[in-house]
Antibody
Framework: EVQLVESGGGLVQPGSPLKLSCAASGFTFSSNWLNWIRQAPGKGLEWVASINPDGSSTYYPDTVKGRFVVSKDNAKNTGYLQMNNLRSEDTAMYYC???????WGQGVMVTVSS | DIQMTQSPSVLSASVGDRVTLNCKASQNINKYLNWYQQKLGEAPKLLIYNTNNLQTGIPSRFSGSGSGTDFTLTISSLQPEDFATYFCFQHNSWPTFGSGTKLEIK
């Protein structure tokens, strides 16, 4: 069974960093892209990062480019989203999703507030 | 970026109804359109991928169609568990989502 489990969320102050993890199981993690998507409270979904199977290429929208860094450790079947210089508008539920956006984790909440 | 516009934003319907949800892309996205169902407090669940392919385990009352810029999700006979929010999603280029259609009980 494909499973993705996010962790690492919480309440942080503006300007702070935070690192999310996404533990994968039930499929060949090293052969798949990994994506991160977020959803602000009561709002729609926004793609925030993607990484290719071997981790050599990463992609971001302009809203997070230069602040967020996506990575994956294929030996640990785990993906990461390092978020730096967080802003109040980054407050959202963050989901990781497998390559074709077919399976998603349950999400982890990130709140940026002073 | 490709903008995805869903209509209607809210749809009221009854159990047993046939409903159609619409999604329009601002430019050609070929067949690369997915549909997701999201219930309150849950992660989105993939229903349809690449316009008309039913994800494993999804009931056959769900179907998708379209091409280019105009796409539809049809639920042939609404069940109580189908009342939720539905998002379309394009992955022809930088991924973008529609703003959702909330399907509510009439």
């Amino acid at each position: 069974e494909v499973q993705l489990v996010e962790s690492g969320g919480g309440l942080v102050q503006p300007g702070s960093p935070l690192k999310l993890s996404c533990a994968a199981s039930g499929f060949t993690f090293s052969s798949n892209w990994l994506n991160w998507i977020r959803q602000a409270p009561g709002k729609g979904l926004e793609w925030v990062a993607s990484i290719n199977p071997d981790g050599s290429s990463t992609y971001y929208p302009d809203t997070v480019k230069g602040r967020f860094v996506v990575s994956k450790d294929n030996a640990k079947n785990t993906g990461y989203l390092q978020m730096n210089n967080l802003r109040s508008e980054d407050t959202a539920m963050y989901y990781c999703a497998r390559g074709n956006f077919d399976y998603w984790g349950q999400g982890v909440m990130v709140t940026v507030s002073s | 970026d490709i903008q995805m516009t869903q209509s209607p934003s809210v749809l009221s319907a009854s159990v047993g109804d046939r409903v159609t949800l619409n999604c329009k892309a601002s430019q050609n996205i070929n067949k690369y359109l997915n549909w997701y169902q999201q219930k309150l407090g849950e992660a989105p669940k993939l229903l349809i991928y690449n316009t008309n392919n039913l994800q494993t385990g999804i009931p056959s009352r769900f179907s998708g169609s379209g091409s280019g810029t105009d796409f539809t999700l049809t639920i042939s006979s609404l069940q109580p568990e189908d009342f939720a929010t539905y998002f379309c999603f394009q992955h022809n280029s930088w991924p973008t989502f529609g703003s959702g259609t909330k399907l509510e009980i009439k």
